[in-house]
């Protein structure tokens, strides 16, 4: 009696020491398995990360490089000159002008965007039959070739093209719209309108269709009108959707280039050079690739402050965020 007595604290021992053992073995696999999911979500996140880091990263700091140096590809030739780009810049007779018609179409754009989208989107949010043709029919041409497009709206938009033989057909005779400033602006705004309204119309679609219909039945009960319901209701719970719009309108609006290479060249004179289009011509038609980097960091400038102001302003635009 008293021997098993005596070999019952090594039993007890070793018992606990292979209890001990399996708790350690299962944290080490709870660990294996945590650095597994953390190795996996790695290889994940791993092309955004790069594609961040070749195409967005280092790019700024290439530009802010180029930014002190001129470089001309035709002479071979690549200095420092420190701080000669921005002076440049403050000097050149065209930047003004150039960052007048920048506004001029962002604003317009923006405007004629987001209006005819939220126009359309109420239009089409009902339940008829054929409603889809009509959806599909005013998306499309966000899906159409950008160049395609904007070369079938310069044939339309000459001075002997479609619309003015259209107008002429009731005794109007159009303006040469692509050759005449005022004309020319508008002309190259409206084409962009009508290109990307499909997808503004299709978020506005969808934001419209996430509205609840026992707060809009309420209203109604309540005595309010369709137009008292649609800005004191509709508008107030599809703010999201319009904050967001707006960035991505304003910041496109921003970086047009085709239309305007396809439609004006910049012209009449620069009433159509936008800035990245005469980023363009600064950096690879005369071969100024240090101001190029100066007026493209400008543009990064101007989309920083404008994304930072709107997201600021979200307190007032967005509801949930009173």
């Keep these: ?56 990263i280092l790019p700024l700091v290439l530009i802010v490089y180029y930014n002190f140096h001129e470089w001309n590809v035709l002479a071979n030739s690549f200095r420092f000159v420190g701080t000669e780009n921005v002076e440049r810049l403050f000097s050149d007779p065209k930047v003004g002008p150039v960052l007048g018609a920048t506004a001029i179409f962002s604003v317009g754009l923006v405007i004629g965007n987001l209006g ?22 005013f998306f499309s041409p966000v899906v159409v070739s950008l160049v395609a497009w904007t070369i079938v709206w310069g044939f339309l938009l000459q001075d002997d093209g479609g619309i003015n033989g259209l107008l002429a057909t009731i005794g109007i005779d159009g303006p040469n719209w692509l050759r005449e400033g005022p004309t020319a602006m508008i002309s190259v705004v409206v084409v962009q309108v009508f290109k990307n309204v499909g997808l503004n119309m299709i978020l506005f679609l969808s934001a419209l269709q996430g509205v609840p219909r026992e707060v809009v039945e309420a209203a109604s009960i309540d005595g309010a009108g369709r137009g008292a319901t ?5 508008l107030p719970l599809i703010s999201p959707t319009i904050l967001l719009t707006t960035i991505i ?19 009449p004179g620069i009433s159509t050079t936008v800035l990245v289009y005469y980023l363009f011509q600064q950096a690879f038609e005369f071969h100024r690739f ?10 990064f400038v101007i989309v920083l402050l404008l994304t930072i102001v709107q997201w600021q302003l979200r307190k007032r635009w967005v509801f949930y965020e009173n």
């Design 1 to 56: 009696m008293s021997g098993v007595l005596d070999e019952a604290p090594v039993i007890l021992a070793s018992g606990a020491r292979r209890a001990g053992g399996g708790h350690g073995g299962t944290r080490r696999r709870r660990r294996r398995l945590s650095q597994g999911d953390a190795l996996i979500g790695y290889v994940f996140v791993a092309p955004q990360v790069l594609g961040i880091l070749l195409f967005v």
């Design 116 to 137: 005819l989208a939220l126009l359309l989107a109420v239009l089409l949010n009902r339940k008829v039959r054929g409603i889809t043709f009509f959806r599909t029919l």
């Design 230 to 234: 649609f800005g004191r209701i509709t």
């Design 249 to 267: 309108t304003i910041v496109g609006s921003l970086q047009v280039f085709a239309q305007i290479a396809v439609l004006t060249q910049g012209g």
């Design 290 to 299: 240090g101001y190029g980097s100066t007026l493209a960091l400008v543009l």
